[in-house]
């Protein structure tokens, strides 16, 4: 079922409005819960004061794993849990979860061989398949040419899979709605509602006609990620969440090419962190620090973090000699860490997920992307405990229909229609992509099936995503529907035409909206996903040109 943004909104504002659940966060974990409601047959309503996957969750390492270092920290319960998940998201999802090769290398600060190959054989034995063998380092250097075969032994292969974050929150949206919740962005949910000492609804503001309405449910999920603390401290003042800053940085596989993705140890500190293949480019992450700044500002990458990535890749790849100036793009996540001890190393806090019941608002936070389905169940069985007993049981009840959407459109019925991405339509749209590319040749836009650039997404992304996906900003578009933004140079200056020419044709914005939306758009991205404003400007002419 494609919603409107504007039906959304006058369907909340309709008179004596009554919900089974709000759920207030549209990341990942929100979206999960969004959905899983819906399979029970709940009527749902989830609303983001930001975009849909505007936080965390767009801004991840694109990993769907179980998590060995988990695993080498003891914590068995979350790697098996999370192991198992993966396993499921790959055969549900395909092609938008895709197994791939990982290598965890031996050599400066690594555990011994032994203890590695111990590691991944329970690793897989948790996982239930056999898939990790030794590669000598002359082997892996010709895999993946440049490898530092002089202080690296070699490595272990094992799997793990990647995913497009953005687009597994945005599939989980779409198989929500489609079983009738209503989602809709730019939503806050200002405060909550209570009744007789119970929180009984929330006030929501538009924040794009700025009008309000109040909203009553059975209960309300408080799913914010790093933000949780904030809503839940009205009604519960302890605060629990330690924001945690991870950031990437992303580089033309011309000048880094591995195939897949490396596991290994900082020459500094000796913290886990991966190079690996993603949307064909490559990636260098993720650090690990305690996040202070403020949770309404994007985070950014820091100088210090630039650099500290760097020397990792160039330890790993020293002929690569990559500079600053190699670097497409950036990111950084926020992740909501459950602190145990501020005093700790934020690498060590585990990844668990919690949930608190505080009279009627059920919050969660923490946890792992891989999980988002297990927390969804563990979050409605807490909403059944704090209900009364003739209203739990639809909480827990046996889910209605499957995951997903079985899809009956195949790929080679798209190829045979000029679709050069099949693939990663099905797994972006389900059977929605036999509508685009019937729309595309009904409209007489077959061209805008053809990928842009390099990347694997086209003009026909876009306008459907202009079209059915809520996009209110430019960098909606361009950072979260698609990835366009950071994969191409100078985040994606280059096709800024023709995409004008798609947001003034679908949303019907002016010459002046168009240019203010481009200003908004150019400032982000400089600011928050490209390299700091410090280095910019240190920049000459030249280096920038090059950049």
Same mark, same amino acid.
């Given at each position: 079922?494609?919603?409107?943004? %504007?039906? %959304?909104?006058?369907?909340?504002?309709?008179?004596?409005?009554?919900?089974?659940?709000?759920?207030?966060? $549209?990341?990942?974990?929100?979206?999960?819960?969004?959905?899983?409601?819906?399979?029970?047959?709940?009527? #749902?309503?989830?609303?983001?004061?930001?975009?849909?996957?505007?936080?965390?969750? +767009?801004?991840?390492?694109?990993?769907?794993?179980?998590?060995?270092?988990?695993?080498?920290?003891?914590? =068995?319960?979350?790697?098996?849990?999370?192991?198992?998940?993966?396993?499921?998201?790959?055969?549900?999802?395909?092609?938008?979860?895709?197994?791939?090769?990982?290598?965890?290398?031996?050599?400066?600060?690594?555990?011994?061989?032994?203890?590695?190959?111990?590691?991944?054989?329970?690793?897989?034995?948790?996982?239930?398949?056999?898939?990790?063998?030794?590669?000598?380092?002359?082997?892996?250097?010709?895999?993946?040419?440049?490898?530092?075969?002089?202080?690296?032994?070699?490595?272990?292969?094992?799997?793990?899979?990647?995913?497009?974050?953005?687009?597994?929150?945005?599939?989980?949206?779409?198989?929500?709605?489609?079983?009738?919740? &209503?989602?809709?962005?730019?939503?806050?949910?200002?405060?909550?509602?209570?009744?007789? $000492?119970?929180?009984?609804?929330?006030?929501? &503001?538009?924040? &794009?006609?700025?009008? @309000?309405?109040?909203?009553?449910?059975?209960?309300?999920? %408080?799913?914010?990620?790093?933000?949780?603390?904030?809503?839940?401290?009205?009604?519960?003042?302890?605060?629990?969440?330690?924001?945690?800053?991870?950031?990437?940085?992303?580089?033309? /596989?011309?000048?880094?090419?591995? @195939?897949?993705?490396?596991?290994?140890?900082?020459?500094?500190?000796?913290?886990?962190? =991966?190079?690996?293949?993603?949307?064909?480019?490559?990636?260098?992450?993720?650090?690990?620090?305690?996040?202070?700044?403020?949770?309404?500002?994007?985070?950014?990458?820091?100088?210090?973090?630039?650099?500290?990535?760097?020397?990792?890749?160039?330890?790993? =790849?020293?002929?690569?000699?990559?500079?600053?100036?190699?670097?497409?793009?950036?990111?950084?996540? #926020?992740?909501?860490?459950?602190? +145990?001890?501020?005093?700790?190393?934020?690498?060590?806090?585990?990844?668990?997920?919690?949930?608190?019941?505080?009279?009627?608002?059920?919050?969660?936070?923490?946890?792992?992307?891989? @999980?988002?389905?297990?927390?969804?169940?563990?979050?409605? %069985?807490?909403?059944?405990?704090?209900?009364?007993?003739?209203?739990?049981?639809?909480?827990?009840?046996?889910?209605?229909?499957?995951?997903?959407?079985?899809?009956?459109?195949?790929?080679?019925?798209?190829?045979? /229609?000029?679709? *050069?991405?099949?693939?990663?339509?099905?797994?972006?749209?389900?059977?929605?992509?036999?509508?685009?590319?019937?729309?595309?040749?009904?409209?007489?836009?077959?061209?805008?099936?053809?990928?842009?650039?390099?990347?694997?997404?086209?003009?026909?992304?876009?306008?459907?995503?202009?079209?059915?996906?809520?996009?209110?900003?430019?960098?909606?578009?361009?950072?979260?529907?698609?990835?366009?933004?950071?994969?191409?140079?100078?985040?994606?200056?280059?096709?800024?035409?023709?995409?004008?020419?798609?947001?003034? *044709?679908?949303?019907?914005?002016?010459? +002046? /909206?168009?240019?203010?939306?481009?200003?908004?758009?150019?400032?982000?991205?400089?600011?928050?996903?490209?390299?700091?404003?410090?280095?910019?400007?240190?920049?000459?002419?030249?280096?920038?040109?090059?950049?």
């Amino acid at each position: 079922m494609l919603q409107n943004r %504007n039906d %959304n909104w006058a369907n909340i504002c309709q008179p004596g409005q009554q919900w089974d659940l709000v759920v207030v966060g $549209g990341g990942i974990t929100g979206a999960g819960i969004a959905q899983t409601a819906a399979r029970r047959g709940l009527k #749902v309503l989830l609303v983001e004061q930001r975009d849909f996957a505007w936080g965390t969750s +767009s801004r991840s390492s694109k990993m769907v794993h179980g998590g060995l270092r988990y695993l080498a920290q003891g914590d =068995f319960s979350l790697t098996r849990e999370s192991l198992t998940e993966r396993e499921f998201l790959l055969g549900a999802l395909p092609g938008l979860i895709e197994r791939m090769s990982y290598y965890y290398v031996l050599g400066p600060k690594a555990p011994p061989r032994f203890a590695v190959k111990l590691l991944l054989r329970l690793y897989d034995w948790l996982a239930g398949i056999t898939n990790h063998w030794h590669v000598p380092a002359n082997q892996l250097g010709l895999e993946m040419p440049g490898f530092n075969r002089l202080i690296h032994s070699g490595a272990y292969h094992y799997t793990d899979a990647i995913t497009d974050d953005s687009r597994l929150v945005q599939r989980m949206i779409a198989e929500a709605q489609h079983l009738g919740a &209503v989602c809709i962005n730019y939503c806050k949910a200002e405060q909550l509602l209570k009744h007789d $000492g119970r929180v009984c609804g929330v006030q929501l &503001v538009n924040k &794009v006609s700025l009008q @309000t309405a109040e909203v009553h449910a059975l209960a309300v999920v %408080n799913a914010t990620g790093a933000w949780a603390d904030r809503l839940r401290n009205e009604v519960n003042l302890e605060r629990r969440v330690r924001p945690q800053r991870g950031s990437h940085i992303l580089v033309s /596989q011309k000048r880094l090419r591995v @195939t897949g993705a490396l596991t290994l140890m900082h020459p500094l500190d000796g913290r886990y962190h =991966f190079i690996y293949p993603w949307a064909g480019k490559t990636v260098i992450g993720t650090t690990d620090l305690d996040h202070s700044e403020d949770l309404d500002i994007e985070a950014h990458i820091t100088e210090q973090e630039v650099d500290y990535l760097l020397m990792a890749a160039n330890t790993a =790849f020293p002929g690569a000699r990559l500079m600053r100036e190699d670097i497409i793009s950036t990111w950084s996540g #926020v992740r909501p860490i459950i602190g +145990s001890e501020k005093s700790k190393d934020p690498s060590k806090e585990r990844r668990d997920h919690a949930v608190w019941s505080d009279q009627g608002l059920i919050t969660v936070s923490g946890g792992k992307l891989t @999980t988002f389905r297990v927390i969804a169940e563990d979050v409605l %069985n807490a909403v059944a405990e704090s209900l009364p007993g003739t209203q739990s049981g639809r909480f827990t009840r046996k889910p209605e229909v499957p995951f997903v959407r079985a899809t009956s459109v195949t790929p080679m019925t798209l190829l045979e /229609q000029g679709c *050069e991405l099949a693939c990663e339509y099905l797994a972006r749209y389900g059977d929605a992509a036999s509508d685009i590319v019937q729309q595309s040749h009904a409209q007489g836009r077959a061209d805008e099936l053809i990928p842009i650039s390099d990347t694997r997404y086209s003009f026909a992304d876009c306008r459907w995503a202009l079209r059915h996906e809520q996009v209110q900003h430019l960098d909606d578009l361009m950072l979260r529907r698609t990835t366009l933004g950071l994969l191409l140079p100078n985040g994606g200056e280059a096709i800024m035409e023709p995409v004008r020419e798609l947001c003034i *044709e679908e949303l019907g914005w002016s010459d +002046s /909206q168009w240019h203010t939306e481009y200003a908004r758009y150019t400032e982000i991205y400089r600011r928050y996903y490209s390299l700091p404003v410090a280095i910019q400007a240190q920049k000459s002419p030249s280096a920038a040109a090059s950049a």
